[in-house]
């Protein structure tokens, strides 16, 4: 992943990381629960994001760039048929 895309995912993991900790300070503070779910709702949504924005750069450079030699340096080597296995399997888990 390169630098400017790293910083930026990991600003969305700080700020969810702060979601998740607004999460527990809601409940310490026994707020009313239709208000923390509709947090958790959120920060489900934003993980979804976070995903996403990990998921479209790995297929770019990692999957499609695997055969040029430009995938991510700690790419295993792998044929097609295992990348395509790789990326279902991480979808099916990334959408269930």
Do not use: W
């Not at 994001?49 to 792998?78: D, R, W, Y």
């Not at 990326?87 to 990334?94: E, G, I, N, P, T």
């Amino acid at each position: 992943m390169k630098r400017d895309a790293r910083e930026k995912v990991l600003a969305r993991v700080k700020r969810v990381s702060g979601q998740v900790a607004g999460i527990q300070r809601m409940l310490e503070a026994d707020r009313y629960c239709v208000d923390i779910l509709n947090q958790i709702s959120a920060v489900r949504s934003a993980l979804d994001a976070l995903g996403l924005e990990i998921l479209t750069p790995h297929l770019e450079n990692c999957v499609l760039g695997h055969e040029s030699g430009q995938g991510h340096p700690k790419t295993k080597p792998m044929k097609p048929s295992e990348l395509v296995n790789e990326v279902r399997a991480v979808l099916s888990r990334f959408v269930s």
